[in-house]
């Protein structure tokens, strides 16, 4: 039989005595029973929107409390609760839901509708995907909005929730249903329940939503992404959004103090800096290559081997000063990149030796990384400048 659904006729129950009809070993979670009442106010996951959360005793003893975990309904609309303790059959409990958690769905979820009621008016989109998490809403629109009709949108949203009007949740009977004009995700059958705002929105919906809009407290956009030929938006209402203005206050508030700028100045300043630091990589760039072509001079010419140290250069740069060594010296010319703690990028090149070996003598003694071909060999060794020199007999 089916449960008798609380929620329907009072979204704001958050406490209720029920009869247990079955409580059974959930299949492949240990220690997890699925329990059925009579009559519910915990709403199942259903429509995008995730279960509510709260616990269940016995009605005689509070102390045999089980958490409920999980939440789902079947096609024969019986709620199974999924609970970590068992229940007899015919014993009385006692369910309280985490109401903070429910009213913030009820928020998230009646600031939706009069977000997709507004689209549907002003668009003609259909919401065809809604997903409400414990963390995230999303809407899916099966149309195209530039982020100025987004912004206005919300601008209309945020006019419905301070004129505070009602939201009415009705089953009108299936002659009155001929005359309502309502949005509805897929075909519908049975009893639908009709959620109207008034001048907003009718909409064929099973969740629990707030009386009055004006308790959705803010609607806000927080992105707008392109989504299978439509946009998918993410929204926050209520006491998620404080909390989201909240945390960005706290993030942008410390970005302006480490810039020493006012919040607004923020941004501007972050581009100018992060411009000034791209000149001057650049610029640092081209003083490096300047050094290395200074000591690439300075390299006594008559040497058959070379091998130098160098920090912090660019790897193209050292390629380039290899290539030049090998041109002007016939044994191997090497070039380690980095320092005596963090170790050294290497490349060893030569036109006349195969200096594998000398990679390879690397390996051998310090573990080093790489590889390459008989006229160059490249790769990363963690060892001091001196031991390098030695094993390399250079
Ligand atoms: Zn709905």
């Known amino acids: 039989m089916a449960t008798k659904k609380l929620f329907d006729a009072d979204a704001y129950l958050c406490e209720f005595d029920a009869k247990v009809v079955a409580c059974e070993k959930a299949e492949g979670k240990e220690g997890i029973y699925k329990l059925v009442l009579e009559e519910t106010a915990f709403f199942p996951e259903a429509g995008g929107q995730s279960p509510d959360k709260g616990i269940i005793h016995l009605a005689e003893d509070k102390e045999k409390a089980a958490e409920v975990v999980d939440v789902q309904i079947d096609k024969e609309n019986i709620i199974y609760h999924y609970v970590d303790k068992e229940f007899e059959k015919g014993s009385k409990v006692h369910g309280i839901l985490d109401f903070e958690h429910r009213y913030s769905h009820m928020q998230q979820h009646?600031?939706?509708?009069?977000?997709?009621?507004?689209?549907?008016?002003?668009?003609?989109?259909?919401?065809?995907?809604?997903?409400?998490?414990?963390?995230?809403?999303?809407?899916?629109?099966?149309?195209?909005?530039?982020?100025?009709e987004v912004r206005s949108?919300?601008?209309?949203?945020?006019?419905?929730?301070?004129?505070?009007?009602?939201?009415?949740?009705?089953?009108?009977?299936?002659?009155?249903?001929?005359?309502?004009?309502?949005?509805?995700?897929?075909?519908?059958?049975?009893?639908?329940?009709?959620?109207?705002?008034?001048?907003?929105?009718?909409?064929a919906c099973c969740a629990p939503h707030v009386h009055k809009t004006g308790e959705v407290g803010i609607l806000k956009v927080m992105s707008c992404e392109n989504y299978k030929g439509g946009v998918r938006l993410s929204i926050l209402c209520g006491s998620r959004a404080l909390e989201a203005f909240s945390n960005k206050q706290d993030a942008l508030s410390e970005v302006a103090h480490i810039l020493e700028c006012s919040q607004e100045s923020a941004a501007e300043n972050t581009r100018r800096i992060m411009n000034e630091v791209s000149r001057l990589k650049g610029e640092l760039a081209a003083a490096r290559t300047e050094l290395m072509n200074v000591r690439l001079e300075a390299v006594e010419k008559s040497l058959e081997n070379v091998i130098m140290f160098t920090e912090a250069v660019p790897a193209n740069i050292i390629r380039n000063a290899v290539n030049k060594l090998v041109a002007e010296h016939a044994g191997i010319c090497a070039i380690f990149n980095g320092n005596d703690e963090e170790g050294y990028q290497y490349i060893i090149g030569s036109a006349q030796k195969d200096v594998r070996e000398a990679g390879n003598l690397l390996k051998e003694k310090f573990n080093a990384r790489g590889g390459g071909s008989p006229k160059m060999v490249q790769g990363s060794v963690q060892a001091g400048s001196s031991q390098i020199k030695e094993a390399l007999g250079m």
């Open 153 to 203: 949108i919300e601008k209309m949203a945020n006019d419905c929730i301070y004129k505070n009007l009602d939201v009415l949740c009705e089953f009108p009977s299936e002659e009155e249903l001929k005359n309502i004009k309502y949005r509805s995700k897929k075909e519908l059958s049975g009893d639908i329940r009709i959620v109207t705002i008034p001048g907003y929105d009718v909409c």
């Open 110 to 148: 009646t600031g939706e509708h009069i977000y997709s009621g507004l689209v549907n008016k002003l668009k003609g989109y259909n919401n065809v995907g809604f997903h409400l998490s414990d963390s995230i809403v999303t809407m899916d629109y099966d149309g195209v909005l530039t982020m100025d």
